[in-house]
């Protein structure tokens, strides 16, 4: 839609089937033409541009008759005609142009197919704190990065925002930025305070605008993110918990020598409907303590595993059924918690 227009109207975009490159064209060429090796006409293809590219640097105007011409023009501002000329890397510019028959040939031959229309706005595709390296956790001490396509707004855009906002309560505008692209935006979250320490759940949510009068467009990260949590043995602290006014689960006790975050996983069996508890070390797919079946609420025992100073986690479950139906419906059969583990003084 073209938001600019009175009366309303709209203007085709062109979706690509896929991008070819040199692989593509050495087969297609060798099939149409079996004379000519595949490997050969891969090799050639790179030290053709190759060729282009050092006749451009020399000065050259390149014209590959009834196909494509290649020249280089300068942009810049002078103040006169003797000024020098600005010390800007990108005051050469390269410019590609297809001639009228390679143009025309297409036209002929090319047939539109119709797609549905296809709303452009924001899609957040993946969450991962670069500290820790892990996906879906918000770590105040880290940096938050997250991937998709039209994420890229105007910072200082009083209309486009990027917003945390506790499943709980707390709602916080971002505004500490490293970079925001349409790809990406990396931050350095500030988080809003919930009511309770086990409500360690947010959501994340895009706001753009992609031109001066059109439509507000937003998007929210379909997973939830989590915080890590301080955990201090005895003081029986909530975890893998969402927005409850009480805590799903309790740690009541841990043997711990000495500070050491680790990560607590429950994983929910949908055909048995249990839950497997264990403790992971901080990287995925590393080391991970023996899963232990949780049927009901009541006191649990989790071992550690190989390489942490955590021997094993005393935990009491009191909501079963609340944490499998969230567990379910929320996290696809998956929750995982950073535990930040203190020991007691």
């Known amino acids: 839609m073209n938001a600019l227009t009175t009366p309303q109207s709209y203007r085709a975009q062109v979706v690509p089937h896929n991008t070819a490159g040199y692989d593509e064209m050495a087969a297609d060429i060798s099939s149409a033409h079996p004379n000519y090796n595949a490997e050969l006409v891969r ?20 014209t590959l008759e009834d196909a494509v011409t290649f020249h280089t023009t300068i942009v810049g501002r002078l103040d006169s005609p003797d000024a ?51 996906a879906n956790v918000l770590n105040p001490g880290g940096v938050l990065h997250l991937t998709g396509s039209n994420l890229f707004f105007e910072e200082d855009d009083p209309d486009c925002e990027c917003v945390l906002e506790g499943t709980r309560s707390g709602k916080t ?23 309770n320490a086990w409500n360690n759940e947010y959501t994340v949510t895009v706001t753009t605008q992609y031109t001066e009068h059109g439509t507000q ?34 740690v009541t006790g841990a043997a711990l020598a000495a500070n050491e975050t680790v ?9 048995l409907g249990e839950l497997f508890f264990n403790l992971l070390d901080m990287k995925e797919g590393g080391e991970e303590g023996e899963a232990v079946r949780v049927t009901a609420d009541g006191p649990y025992t989790l071992s550690g595993f190989a390489g942490s100073g955590l021997p094993g986690l005393d935990l009491t479950v009191n909501n079963f059924s609340a944490l499998s139906e969230m567990i379910r419906n929320t996290y696809s059969g998956r929750l995982v918690d950073v535990l930040n583990m203190e020991a007691g003084t």
Request: overall charge positive; hydrophobic content about 40%.
């Open 43 to 62: 090799s050639l293809a790179p030290l053709i541009m190759e060729w282009v590219q050092t006749r451009m640097i020399n000065g050259d105007q390149v």
């Open 263 to 271: 990560r607590i996983q429950a994983v929910l069996d949908l055909h």
């Open 84 to 134: 020098s000329l600005p010390d800007d890397e990108e005051l050469l510019q390269v410019k590609v142009y297809a001639s009228r028959p390679f143009v025309l040939g297409v036209r002929k031959e090319a047939r539109l197919e119709r797609l549905p229309m296809n709303e452009k706005q924001p899609l957040i595709t993946s969450a991962e704190d670069t500290k820790l390296k892990l």
């Open 217 to 250: 467009r937003t998007s929210t990260y379909r997973r939830k993110l989590r915080t890590p949590l301080t955990v201090v043995p005895g003081n029986d602290d909530g975890i893998l918990t969402g927005r409850a006014t009480s805590p799903y689960v309790t």
């Open 173 to 195: 505008k971002q505004s500490v930025f490293a970079s925001i692209s349409n790809s990406e935006i990396l931050l350095v979250p500030d988080i809003p305070a919930q009511a």
